[in-house]
């Protein structure tokens, strides 16, 4: 299983950016029964959970980015993005793509930087 995670970028604060993770050898039903997430490090800081999109479509986040965040999945392609609105500098990271299910898989990461 490959996950390729794309999207990232350089923005401004008050700028929005849509991340994209494309599963590659999963097959549809484990990956349709999989929690999807999106996850964050910041440099020196521990990874973060940032967005979950669970298998029944059940979404939660982490505060900060409530509201401002959304995480969307789609089966059949086999793909999670994450939209991100109102970026803030704060909001700088490695982003990584996530899915969680009888096996963890990581894609590679994704640099998202917020200039002030």
């Known amino acids: 299983v490959q996950l390729q995670a794309s999207g990232g970028g350089l923005v401004q604060a008050g700028e929005s950016l849509r991340l994209s993770c494309a599963a590659s050898?999963?097959?549809?039903?484990?990956?349709?029964?999989?929690?999807l997430a999106w996850y964050r490090q910041a440099p020196g800081k521990e990874r973060e959970l940032v967005a979950v999109?669970?298998?029944?479509?059940?979404?939660n986040y982490a505060d900060s980015v409530k509201g401002r965040f959304t995480i969307s999945k789609d089966n059949a392609k086999r793909t999670v993005s994450l939209q991100m609105n109102s970026l803030k500098a704060e909001d700088t990271a490695v982003y990584y793509c996530?899915?969680?299910?009888?096996?963890?898989?990581w894609g590679q990461g994704t640099q998202v930087t917020v200039s002030s």
């Open positions: 996530n899915v969680n299910g009888l096996t963890d898989y």
């Open positions: 050898g999963i097959i549809l039903s484990v990956f349709s029964s999989s929690n």
């Open positions: 999109i669970y298998s029944g479509g059940t979404t």
